[in-house]
């Protein structure tokens, strides 16, 4: 055999290889999920006085809507930017491998974009808007949190209750894009909301479960600026998953960053009856609104994964807000 025609068979036989992967049916298990979110520059409340934010949502809500899928699913993405809005918008999913220039672009008032991805890796991943200044997209609200499941439900323990948690910074001067680039945020939010999981703030909520149970949190940290140190008070993290993926897996953690952009899977047992806040120990985020005390009593009643969003304040508040004045 010539050497050209050795290379040709080599040629042939890749081609028929990549024929073959071509063919290769997806996964019996293997889902696809039509997933639409619209952008919308709306109001939300922010805090236990009812204090409105000129947001920029995904879906009217902060954080937006969370998506959950399983490894190897496909996911069919369509972004709405209404004809209404007054700003470029787009979408950057952590959890896919796609091209950015040709995915992530902005889109203007009136356009629509869609485009599709197979979540290849379990985990907890973050996504935003990536329109510029992407810092002031994320700032305004433009956030959220996909779960995707391990195909091996064995891959880790099974929990009791799951919440997701997201963190970010309030910028009170929605439109001050410098104040963001200074890291001059006036609060921390959980789930965009200041104090939102805190009982003794009027309007304030909780986080339930009942003593013994694995709680498992999906923690995303939408910055988009500062590190979180996720701790709980009174506990310590049985378990904590990078990313959320299962193989990466620490065990007995008190605090563990999370940097903007990323995410973590956090498990604790809580082991009596009483109230564990969880906050990121980095105090100057804490104080500012970064605590959801997790409230551990027999009669825990089951609540979804990201209780109040959006957050509707009834009652104006009268009591504490426990941030520095200057
Ligand atoms: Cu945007």
Redesign the pocket.
């Known amino acids: 055999m010539t050497q050209s025609s050795r290379a040709s068979c080599l040629l042939a036989g890749a081609a028929s290889l990549l024929a073959v992967g071509i063919t290769i049916p997806s996964p019996v298990w293997a889902k696809t999920h039509e997933i639409a979110m619209t ?1 919308v520059e709306t109001d939300v409340v922010i805090d236990g006085s009812g204090e409105k934010y000129a947001a ?1 949502t995904f879906n009217g809500q902060m954080p937006g809507p969370v998506v959950r899928v399983s490894e190897g699913d496909t996911v069919k993405f369509t972004l709405t930017n209404p004809a209404e809005n007054k ?4 979408m950057d999913f952590h959890a896919a491998e796609i091209d950015f220039l040709k995915n992530y672009r ?1 889109i203007n008032a009136g356009e629509t974009i869609s485009y599709t991805f197979v979540a290849k890796k379990p985990g907890v991943f973050f996504y935003h ?3 510029p200044p992407m810092i002031q ?1 994320v700032a ?1 609200g ?1 956030f959220g949190a996909i779960i995707v499941d391990p195909q091996d439900a064995k891959a880790w323990r099974k929990a009791d209750r799951e919440y997701v948690l997201i963190q970010s910074e309030h910028f009170k001067n929605p439109g001050d894009v410098q104040a963001m680039f200074d890291r001059k945020f006036d609060g921390m939010m959980f789930n965009g909301g200041i104090f939102k999981y805190h009982p003794f703030v009027t309007g304030g909520g909780k986080l339930d479960a009942k003593p013994g149970e694995r709680v498992r949190i999906y923690f995303v940290n939408a910055g988009p600026n500062e590190f979180s140190a996720f701790h709980p008070i009174g506990e310590i993290w049985d378990n904590v998953y990078e990313s959320g993926n299962p193989a990466n897996s620490l065990k007995g953690m008190q605090t563990y960053v999370v940097g903007p952009g990323s995410a973590a899977t956090f498990d604790v047992v809580v082991e009596s009856a009483g109230a564990y806040p969880l906050v990121t120990h980095s105090l100057t985020g804490a104080l500012r609104g970064a605590i959801a005390v997790l409230v551990a009593s027999p009669d825990a009643k089951p609540a979804p994964l990201m209780p109040m969003v959006p957050w509707k304040v009834a009652t104006p508040q009268t009591e504490i807000t426990p941030v520095p004045t200057q």
């Open positions: 952008a920029w700003n470029p918008h787009a902005a808007c990536g329109a997209h305004r433009m």
